[in-house]
């Protein structure tokens, strides 16, 4: 009685078994129900210039940081970062929208619960904020783009003179109408 059992037992888990993966190989795969994500990472920035339809304001080598990471959000806003040479703690991320994708948009930092303080630097007038002792953030407009910069492991008198030395400066040449 015991053997019969035992073997009855063994042919319905084969059965169980067989039938499970017959139902599970015709059964179309479902995508998950949910909001599909707005960020494609790049390998290259020659891709994100192509597939945003403008070029970002980058940081270049001779301002002491190089690139090691590339997206766009939403199609719209390039989001790419740097770190310094040498100093790998030390990053900052720039990002970049036409005024166009968004017309009602007046900060793409992505950063809240910070005190903003309005300077003007170059005639540009510029947004910053103080995320904690070694974090800085600030945005700003030009033509028709909007901007902005989250920098970590820097001073607020290195943050405020890579505004003033490269983006600022190089987005009020660069990107006026």
Known sequence: MKHIVKNSLLVACATLMIGSTSFAASTPKVQPIGIPNPIVIYDTYENVVKDAG???????????FSCYYLSLIGKHTADIGFQRLGQPETTVRVRTMPQKADKSMKDISGVY????????????????????????????KVGDYQFSAQAAGMSAPQFKALLE???VDDSA?????
């Open 173 to 177: 040449h660069y990107f006026v109408k």
């Open 54 to 64: 403008f070029t970002p304001l980058y940081l270049t080598r001779d301002a002491g």
């Open 113 to 140: 619960s910070v005190t903003w303080k309005d300077q003007v630097i170059d005639g540009v007038p510029v947004s910053i904020a103080k995320i904690n002792d070694t974090s800085y953030v600030a945005h700003w």
């Open 165 to 167: 030395n490269s983006l």
